[in-house]
């Protein structure tokens, strides 16, 4: 199983029209994948794993929110 997180670069060529392109390279990586819905990609499919942690894939704690998108673990 191959998994990737999706970087900004990756998302603005994927999803971004050419004309607004210039609007959303100013937006962090974070709001785009919220924005877009999608955060890896699992085997040559985008998913959205928002709400788990992203390395391990395990569903985050709400005690968790100090490490964002990591759980305690990773």
């Known amino acids: 199983m191959k998994v990737e997180l999706i970087e900004k670069k990756e998302l603005i ?3 971004v029209e050419q004309h ?4 959303f390279k ?7 994948r919220a ?3 999608i955060t890896h990609k699992i085997d040559g499919k ?19 929110t100090q490490f ?3 759980c305690l673990d990773c």
């Open 68 to 70: 964002e998108n990591y």
């Open 26 to 32: 100013r937006w962090s990586v974070k709001d785009l």
């Open 46 to 64: 985008y998913k959205n794993m928002s709400g788990c942690c992203f390395k391990c894939f395990k569903p985050l704690r709400p005690d968790y």
């Open 35 to 37: 924005h877009f819905g």
């Open 20 to 23: 607004n392109q210039d609007q």
């Open 13 to 15: 060529e994927k999803f």
